[in-house]
Protein backbone atom coordinates (compact mmCIF):
# COMPACT_ATOMS: atom_id res chain seq x y z
CA UNK A 1 0.00 0.00 0.00
CA UNK A 2 1.11 3.49 -0.54
CA UNK A 3 0.89 6.53 1.07
CA UNK A 4 -1.47 7.92 -1.04
CA UNK A 5 -3.58 4.87 -1.43
CA UNK A 6 -6.77 5.53 -0.95
CA UNK A 7 -9.14 3.68 1.90
CA UNK A 8 -12.74 2.98 0.58
CA UNK A 9 -14.21 2.41 4.00
CA UNK A 10 -15.52 5.73 4.68
CA UNK A 11 -15.93 8.03 7.33
CA UNK A 12 -13.65 10.45 9.35
CA UNK A 13 -11.54 8.25 12.30
CA UNK A 14 -11.81 5.29 9.66
CA UNK A 15 -8.62 3.37 8.82
CA UNK A 16 -6.33 5.42 5.93
CA UNK A 17 -8.49 8.41 5.54
CA UNK A 18 -10.12 11.52 6.97
CA UNK A 19 -13.43 13.34 5.35
CA UNK A 20 -13.76 16.21 3.52
CA UNK A 21 -15.93 18.32 2.28
CA UNK A 22 -18.41 16.48 -0.73
CA UNK A 23 -18.06 13.18 0.94
CA UNK A 24 -14.75 12.00 -0.66
CA UNK A 25 -11.57 10.64 1.64
CA UNK A 26 -8.32 12.10 1.86
CA UNK A 27 -5.89 9.61 2.00
CA UNK A 28 -3.53 9.92 5.41
CA UNK A 29 0.21 9.84 4.65
CA UNK A 30 2.18 7.79 5.97
CA UNK A 31 -0.25 4.75 7.09
CA UNK A 32 2.11 1.88 6.09
CA UNK A 33 5.27 3.18 8.51
CA UNK A 34 2.33 3.70 11.71
CA UNK A 35 1.11 0.51 10.52
CA UNK A 36 4.67 -1.13 10.43
CA UNK A 37 5.61 0.71 13.27
CA UNK A 38 2.58 -1.14 15.21
CA UNK A 39 4.03 -4.33 14.32
CA UNK A 40 6.67 -3.94 15.75
CA UNK A 41 6.15 -2.67 19.27
CA UNK A 42 3.49 -5.52 19.42
CA UNK A 43 6.32 -8.08 18.58
CA UNK A 44 8.63 -6.88 21.01
CA UNK A 45 6.09 -5.73 24.23
CA UNK A 46 3.71 -8.72 23.38
CA UNK A 47 4.85 -11.22 21.88
CA UNK A 48 8.89 -10.32 23.72
CA UNK A 49 10.45 -10.38 20.05
CA UNK A 50 13.71 -8.95 19.14
CA UNK A 51 13.52 -5.37 17.46
CA UNK A 52 15.78 -6.52 14.92
CA UNK A 53 14.22 -9.61 13.94
CA UNK A 54 11.06 -8.34 13.87
CA UNK A 55 12.47 -5.59 11.59
CA UNK A 56 13.50 -8.46 9.35
CA UNK A 57 9.48 -10.10 9.75
CA UNK A 58 8.06 -6.62 7.94
CA UNK A 59 6.82 -7.29 4.80
CA UNK A 60 9.64 -7.04 2.12
CA UNK A 61 7.18 -4.88 -0.36
CA UNK A 62 7.35 -2.03 2.33
CA UNK A 63 8.95 0.92 1.16
CA UNK A 64 12.77 1.27 2.54
CA UNK A 65 11.69 5.28 3.79
CA UNK A 66 8.48 3.93 5.48
CA UNK A 67 10.59 0.80 6.69
CA UNK A 68 13.08 3.89 8.28
CA UNK A 69 10.45 5.71 9.72
CA UNK A 70 8.74 2.68 11.24
CA UNK A 71 11.94 1.72 13.10
CA UNK A 72 12.74 5.45 13.98
CA UNK A 73 9.00 5.80 15.35
CA UNK A 74 9.20 2.12 17.55
CA UNK A 75 12.99 2.72 19.06
CA UNK A 76 11.79 5.88 20.24
CA UNK A 77 9.19 4.68 21.75
CA UNK A 78 11.21 2.04 23.34
CA UNK A 79 13.22 4.37 24.59
CA UNK A 80 10.66 6.55 26.35
CA UNK A 81 7.39 4.51 27.11
CA UNK A 82 7.59 5.49 30.71
CA UNK A 83 7.52 9.15 30.15
CA UNK A 84 5.16 8.83 27.14
CA UNK A 85 2.60 6.99 29.38
CA UNK A 86 3.20 9.50 31.98
CA UNK A 87 2.11 12.22 29.47
CA UNK A 88 -0.87 10.41 28.45
CA UNK A 89 -2.32 9.50 31.46
CA UNK A 90 -4.50 12.29 32.58
CA UNK A 91 -5.75 11.88 29.02
CA UNK A 92 -7.30 8.10 29.78
CA UNK A 93 -10.02 7.38 31.56
CA UNK A 94 -9.92 3.63 31.75
CA UNK A 95 -6.75 1.69 30.35
CA UNK A 96 -6.91 1.48 26.26
CA UNK A 97 -6.33 -1.80 24.21
CA UNK A 98 -2.74 -2.88 24.01
CA UNK A 99 -2.96 -2.04 20.05
CA UNK A 100 -4.23 1.29 21.05
CA UNK A 101 -2.11 1.96 23.85
CA UNK A 102 0.88 1.50 21.53
CA UNK A 103 -0.34 3.88 18.61
CA UNK A 104 -1.04 6.45 21.63
CA UNK A 105 2.36 5.89 22.49
CA UNK A 106 3.77 6.53 18.70
CA UNK A 107 1.30 9.45 18.36
CA UNK A 108 2.93 10.97 21.33
CA UNK A 109 6.34 10.04 20.63
CA UNK A 110 5.73 12.02 17.14
CA UNK A 111 4.64 15.05 18.95
CA UNK A 112 6.80 15.44 22.12
CA UNK A 113 10.09 13.88 20.20
CA UNK A 114 10.41 13.65 16.56
CA UNK A 115 8.92 17.04 15.54
CA UNK A 116 5.97 15.91 13.22
CA UNK A 117 4.01 18.74 13.01
CA UNK A 118 0.78 18.19 15.22
CA UNK A 119 -1.89 17.54 12.31
CA UNK A 120 0.29 15.02 10.07
CA UNK A 121 0.77 13.43 13.74
CA UNK A 122 -3.12 13.45 14.88
CA UNK A 123 -4.23 12.14 11.13
CA UNK A 124 -1.79 9.54 10.69
CA UNK A 125 -2.22 8.02 14.03
CA UNK A 126 -5.70 8.15 13.92
CA UNK A 127 -5.69 6.32 10.45
CA UNK A 128 -4.56 3.10 11.75
CA UNK A 129 -6.47 2.44 15.18
CA UNK A 130 -9.51 0.50 14.69
CA UNK A 131 -12.47 3.08 14.38
CA UNK A 132 -14.47 2.69 17.55
CA UNK A 133 -11.06 4.57 18.78
CA UNK A 134 -10.71 6.75 16.45
CA UNK A 135 -12.78 10.20 18.28
CA UNK A 136 -10.56 8.72 21.55
CA UNK A 137 -7.22 8.92 19.68
CA UNK A 138 -7.88 12.02 18.00
CA UNK A 139 -9.12 13.78 21.37
CA UNK A 140 -5.91 12.56 23.13
CA UNK A 141 -3.57 13.50 20.98
CA UNK A 142 -4.76 16.89 20.48
CA UNK A 143 -4.58 17.42 23.91
CA UNK A 144 -1.19 16.21 24.00
CA UNK A 145 -0.05 18.58 21.88
CA UNK A 146 -1.25 20.91 23.27
CA UNK A 147 -0.34 20.31 26.94
CA UNK A 148 2.34 17.46 26.12
CA UNK A 149 5.55 19.54 26.02
CA UNK A 150 4.90 20.96 29.44
CA UNK A 151 3.96 17.48 30.98
CA UNK A 152 7.00 16.08 29.81
CA UNK A 153 9.10 18.91 31.06
CA UNK A 154 8.17 18.08 34.24
CA UNK A 155 8.87 14.91 34.60
CA UNK A 156 11.25 12.67 36.00
CA UNK A 157 12.42 10.81 33.05
CA UNK A 158 15.45 9.09 33.69
CA UNK A 159 13.47 6.92 36.35
CA UNK A 160 9.98 6.62 34.64
CA UNK A 161 12.34 5.24 30.94
CA UNK A 162 13.28 2.64 32.88
CA UNK A 163 12.90 -0.40 34.23
CA UNK A 164 13.27 -0.47 38.20
CA UNK A 165 15.56 -3.72 38.46
CA UNK A 166 17.63 -2.18 36.17
CA UNK A 167 17.92 1.21 37.58
CA UNK A 168 18.42 -0.08 40.93
CA UNK A 169 21.29 -1.80 39.62
CA UNK A 170 23.24 0.67 37.68
CA UNK A 171 22.62 3.34 40.60
CA UNK A 172 24.45 -0.17 42.81
CA UNK A 173 27.11 0.02 40.36
CA UNK A 174 27.35 4.04 39.37
CA UNK A 175 25.38 6.40 41.68
CA UNK A 176 24.28 9.10 40.26
CA UNK A 177 26.12 8.46 36.73
CA UNK A 178 23.09 6.22 36.61
CA UNK A 179 21.02 9.55 35.38
CA UNK A 180 23.71 10.23 32.79
CA UNK A 181 23.52 6.27 31.46
CA UNK A 182 20.13 6.43 30.87
CA UNK A 183 20.38 10.07 29.32
CA UNK A 184 23.15 8.51 26.89
CA UNK A 185 21.01 5.47 26.12
CA UNK A 186 17.98 7.68 24.95
CA UNK A 187 20.51 9.39 22.17
CA UNK A 188 20.99 7.92 18.73
CA UNK A 189 24.20 6.67 18.51
CA UNK A 190 26.86 7.28 15.86
CA UNK A 191 27.75 5.02 13.24
CA UNK A 192 30.84 3.49 13.97
CA UNK A 193 33.58 1.58 11.58
CA UNK A 194 36.50 -0.45 12.37
CA UNK A 195 39.40 0.02 8.98
CA UNK A 196 41.12 -2.29 7.67
CA UNK A 197 44.36 -2.22 7.31
CA UNK A 198 45.55 0.84 5.11
CA UNK A 199 42.14 1.91 4.30
CA UNK A 200 41.17 5.21 4.52
CA UNK A 201 38.23 6.36 6.37
CA UNK A 202 35.23 7.39 4.80
CA UNK A 203 34.65 11.16 3.72
CA UNK A 204 33.24 12.75 7.29
CA UNK A 205 34.21 10.37 9.52
CA UNK A 206 35.83 11.71 12.87
CA UNK A 207 38.61 9.01 13.39
CA UNK A 208 38.77 8.30 17.47
CA UNK A 209 41.20 8.41 19.46
CA UNK A 210 41.44 4.52 19.50
CA UNK A 211 41.37 4.15 15.80
CA UNK A 212 37.25 3.71 15.11
CA UNK A 213 36.05 5.97 12.68
CA UNK A 214 32.83 7.75 13.63
CA UNK A 215 30.03 8.89 11.69
CA UNK A 216 26.64 11.03 12.56
CA UNK A 217 23.73 9.26 13.77
CA UNK A 218 21.60 7.92 10.76
CA UNK A 219 23.92 7.60 8.44
CA UNK A 220 23.15 4.64 6.23
CA UNK A 221 26.11 2.44 6.15
CA UNK A 222 25.08 1.14 2.30
CA UNK A 223 25.61 4.64 0.57
CA UNK A 224 29.09 4.44 2.10
CA UNK A 225 31.58 4.21 -0.85
CA UNK A 226 34.18 1.59 0.19
CA UNK A 227 31.62 -1.01 2.15
CA UNK A 228 31.48 -3.51 -1.29
CA UNK A 229 35.45 -3.40 -1.06
CA UNK A 230 35.50 -4.61 1.63
CA UNK A 231 37.56 -1.49 3.55
CA UNK A 232 35.76 -1.42 7.00
CA UNK A 233 32.99 -3.26 9.08
CA UNK A 234 30.63 -1.52 11.37
CA UNK A 235 31.39 -1.94 15.13
CA UNK A 236 30.73 0.23 18.28
CA UNK A 237 33.85 1.65 19.09
CA UNK A 238 33.73 0.24 22.46
CA UNK A 239 33.06 -2.82 21.37
CA UNK A 240 36.96 -2.65 18.93
CA UNK A 241 38.65 -2.59 22.25
CA UNK A 242 38.53 -6.34 23.25
CA UNK A 243 40.31 -7.46 20.47
CA UNK A 244 42.74 -4.51 20.59
CA UNK A 245 43.49 -5.42 23.85
CA UNK A 246 44.50 -9.26 22.73
CA UNK A 247 47.45 -7.73 21.03
CA UNK A 248 47.58 -10.98 18.37
CA UNK A 249 50.80 -10.87 16.40
CA UNK A 250 50.95 -12.68 13.32
CA UNK A 251 51.40 -16.39 12.86
CA UNK A 252 49.91 -16.63 16.36
CA UNK A 253 47.06 -19.63 16.73
CA UNK A 254 44.06 -17.56 18.03
CA UNK A 255 40.72 -18.71 18.96
CA UNK A 256 37.75 -16.62 18.74
CA UNK A 257 34.78 -17.80 20.86
CA UNK A 258 31.34 -16.95 20.52
CA UNK A 259 32.15 -15.04 17.27
CA UNK A 260 29.63 -13.96 15.30
CA UNK A 261 29.05 -11.61 13.64
CA UNK A 262 32.50 -11.34 13.44
CA UNK A 263 33.87 -7.89 14.08
CA UNK A 264 36.13 -9.28 16.28
CA UNK A 265 37.53 -12.11 14.23
CA UNK A 266 38.20 -9.62 11.13
CA UNK A 267 40.58 -7.30 14.01
CA UNK A 268 42.36 -10.98 14.79
CA UNK A 269 42.88 -12.25 11.32
CA UNK A 270 44.24 -8.28 10.00
CA UNK A 271 46.66 -8.47 12.26
CA UNK A 272 47.70 -11.78 9.89
CA UNK A 273 47.05 -14.40 13.30
CA UNK A 274 46.04 -17.79 12.36
CA UNK A 275 42.65 -17.45 13.53
CA UNK A 276 40.02 -20.44 14.57
CA UNK A 277 36.08 -18.70 14.73
CA UNK A 278 33.35 -20.75 16.91
CA UNK A 279 29.85 -19.86 16.67
CA UNK A 280 26.96 -22.46 17.63
CA UNK A 281 24.20 -20.56 15.67
CA UNK A 282 24.37 -21.55 11.76
CA UNK A 283 22.70 -18.43 10.39
CA UNK A 284 24.91 -16.03 12.39
CA UNK A 285 28.04 -18.16 11.08
CA UNK A 286 26.71 -18.28 7.86
CA UNK A 287 27.05 -14.01 8.57
CA UNK A 288 30.16 -14.37 10.06
CA UNK A 289 31.68 -16.00 6.97
CA UNK A 290 29.97 -13.50 4.72
CA UNK A 291 31.56 -10.60 6.30
CA UNK A 292 35.01 -12.05 6.35
CA UNK A 293 34.65 -12.89 2.29
CA UNK A 294 33.80 -9.20 2.08
CA UNK A 295 36.59 -8.06 3.80
CA UNK A 296 39.37 -10.85 1.94
CA UNK A 297 40.32 -12.12 5.27
CA UNK A 298 40.88 -15.44 6.11
CA UNK A 299 39.76 -17.64 9.38
CA UNK A 300 38.57 -21.26 9.96
CA UNK A 301 34.93 -21.05 11.50
CA UNK A 302 33.91 -24.19 13.34
CA UNK A 303 29.95 -23.94 14.05
CA UNK A 304 29.70 -25.37 17.98
CA UNK A 305 28.84 -24.89 21.22
CA UNK A 306 32.21 -22.90 22.41
CA UNK A 307 31.93 -24.38 25.91
CA UNK A 308 32.09 -28.03 24.56
CA UNK A 309 33.88 -27.75 21.42
CA UNK A 310 37.49 -29.57 21.64
CA UNK A 311 39.74 -28.51 18.49
CA UNK A 312 42.28 -31.33 17.05
CA UNK A 313 44.68 -29.09 18.64
CA UNK A 314 44.86 -28.00 21.63
CA UNK A 315 47.61 -25.33 23.23
CA UNK A 316 46.53 -22.08 21.77
CA UNK A 317 48.32 -18.69 22.08
CA UNK A 318 45.02 -16.41 23.20
CA UNK A 319 41.89 -16.51 23.34
CA UNK A 320 39.15 -14.07 22.85
CA UNK A 321 35.53 -14.82 24.74
CA UNK A 322 32.72 -11.75 23.82
CA UNK A 323 30.32 -14.06 25.88
CA UNK A 324 26.60 -13.87 25.68
CA UNK A 325 25.13 -11.62 28.23
CA UNK A 326 22.24 -9.52 29.20
CA UNK A 327 23.54 -6.76 26.57
CA UNK A 328 22.47 -3.85 29.14
CA UNK A 329 25.34 -1.87 27.31
CA UNK A 330 23.88 -1.85 24.42
CA UNK A 331 20.50 -0.35 24.95
CA UNK A 332 21.50 2.78 23.13
CA UNK A 333 21.38 0.56 19.86
CA UNK A 334 19.05 -1.79 21.02
CA UNK A 335 15.96 0.13 22.50
CA UNK A 336 14.17 -2.95 23.25
CA UNK A 337 16.58 -4.93 25.55
CA UNK A 338 15.08 -3.02 28.69
CA UNK A 339 11.70 -4.44 27.55
CA UNK A 340 13.06 -8.22 27.02
CA UNK A 341 15.07 -8.91 29.84
CA UNK A 342 14.53 -9.30 33.57
CA UNK A 343 16.95 -9.03 36.75
CA UNK A 344 16.50 -13.22 36.51
CA UNK A 345 18.17 -13.15 33.00
CA UNK A 346 21.75 -11.28 34.64
CA UNK A 347 22.19 -14.67 36.85
CA UNK A 348 21.47 -17.21 34.27
CA UNK A 349 24.01 -15.22 32.22
CA UNK A 350 27.01 -14.59 34.60
CA UNK A 351 26.47 -18.81 34.83
CA UNK A 352 26.64 -19.43 31.61
CA UNK A 353 29.89 -16.73 31.28
CA UNK A 354 31.56 -18.64 33.66
CA UNK A 355 31.36 -22.08 31.84
CA UNK A 356 32.29 -20.42 28.69
CA UNK A 357 35.23 -18.85 30.79
CA UNK A 358 36.55 -22.17 32.57
CA UNK A 359 37.06 -24.25 29.01
CA UNK A 360 38.35 -20.77 27.34
CA UNK A 361 41.15 -21.13 29.95
CA UNK A 362 41.47 -24.98 29.38
CA UNK A 363 42.16 -24.44 25.57
CA UNK A 364 45.37 -21.93 26.52
CA UNK A 365 48.82 -23.02 26.34
CA UNK A 366 51.04 -22.01 29.11
CA UNK A 367 51.79 -18.66 28.95
CA UNK A 368 48.78 -18.05 26.56
CA UNK A 369 46.79 -15.00 26.29
CA UNK A 370 42.82 -14.86 27.70
CA UNK A 371 40.33 -11.43 27.04
CA UNK A 372 36.96 -11.95 28.26
CA UNK A 373 34.35 -9.45 27.18
CA UNK A 374 30.62 -8.29 27.59
CA UNK A 375 28.29 -5.85 26.57
CA UNK A 376 26.52 -5.41 29.57
CA UNK A 377 27.35 -2.89 32.99
CA UNK A 378 26.17 -5.54 35.40
CA UNK A 379 28.68 -6.25 37.52
CA UNK A 380 27.89 -9.63 37.96
CA UNK A 381 28.38 -10.46 34.44
CA UNK A 382 31.93 -8.78 34.69
CA UNK A 383 33.90 -7.84 37.99
CA UNK A 384 32.55 -10.95 39.12
CA UNK A 385 34.19 -13.23 37.19
CA UNK A 386 37.77 -11.60 38.44
CA UNK A 387 37.61 -14.77 41.53
CA UNK A 388 36.44 -17.35 39.40
CA UNK A 389 39.20 -16.46 36.91
CA UNK A 390 42.27 -16.66 39.47
CA UNK A 391 40.68 -19.52 40.63
CA UNK A 392 41.10 -21.09 36.93
CA UNK A 393 45.09 -20.25 37.16
CA UNK A 394 44.36 -16.85 35.04
CA UNK A 395 46.69 -14.52 36.29
CA UNK A 396 45.79 -10.74 35.91
CA UNK A 397 47.20 -9.06 32.85
CA UNK A 398 46.36 -5.45 33.83
CA UNK A 399 45.06 -3.49 30.99
CA UNK A 400 47.05 0.32 31.24
CA UNK A 401 45.78 3.94 30.25
CA UNK A 402 48.23 4.33 27.80
CA UNK A 403 46.62 1.47 25.63
CA UNK A 404 42.96 3.20 25.37
CA UNK A 405 44.67 6.62 24.10
CA UNK A 406 41.83 9.62 24.55
CA UNK A 407 39.90 7.18 27.25
CA UNK A 408 41.63 6.84 30.64
CA UNK A 409 38.73 6.87 32.54
CA UNK A 410 37.67 3.33 31.09
CA UNK A 411 40.10 1.76 32.75
CA UNK A 412 39.74 0.83 36.38
CA UNK A 413 41.48 0.84 39.45
CA UNK A 414 42.13 -2.73 39.18
CA UNK A 415 43.05 -2.75 35.62
CA UNK A 416 39.64 -3.91 33.60
CA UNK A 417 37.90 -2.13 30.99
CA UNK A 418 34.88 -0.78 31.86
CA UNK A 419 33.20 1.53 29.19
CA UNK A 420 29.71 3.12 29.99
CA UNK A 421 27.35 5.10 27.21
CA UNK A 422 27.98 8.41 28.85
CA UNK A 423 31.62 7.96 28.15
CA UNK A 424 32.87 10.09 24.73
CA UNK A 425 29.38 12.21 25.64
CA UNK A 426 30.77 15.08 23.68
CA UNK A 427 31.71 12.70 20.70
CA UNK A 428 28.55 10.86 21.10
CA UNK A 429 28.95 8.29 23.53
CA UNK A 430 30.20 5.02 23.39
CA UNK A 431 28.63 1.16 24.36
CA UNK A 432 28.89 -0.38 27.72
CA UNK A 433 31.41 -3.28 27.75
CA UNK A 434 33.49 -4.82 30.57
CA UNK A 435 37.04 -6.70 29.33
CA UNK A 436 39.59 -8.26 31.55
CA UNK A 437 42.63 -9.56 30.51
CA UNK A 438 44.66 -12.27 31.48
CA UNK A 439 48.25 -14.54 31.41
CA UNK A 440 47.40 -18.59 32.17
CA UNK A 441 49.92 -19.57 34.68
Known amino acids: ?31 PARQASLALLAAVLERRRPLEEALDALPPTLEPRDRSAAHRIAATVLRRSGSLDAVLEPFLRREPPAAVRAALRMGAAELLLLGTPAHAAVAATVGVVPRPFAGLVNAVLRRVAT ?77 LPGLAEGRFWVQDAAAALPARLLDARPGERIVDLCAAPGGKTAQLAASGARVIAVERDPKRLARLTENLARLGLAAETVEA ?11 FDAALLDAPCSATGIVRRHPDIPHLKRAQDVAQMAAVQARLLAHAAALLRPGGRLVLATCSLQPEEGEAHLARAAELGLTPDPIRPEELPGLPEAVTEGGTLRTRPDMWADRGGLDGFFAARFVKA
Not at 305 to 315: I, S
Open 305 to 315: DAGGWQPAEAG
Open 1 to 31: MSDTAPDRRGERGGRGGTSRPGGGLRPVAGA
Open 147 to 223: EGPAALEGLDAERLDTPAWLWAAWHAAYGPAVRDIVRANNRPAPLDLTLLPGATAPEGAELLPTGSARLPPGTRVAD
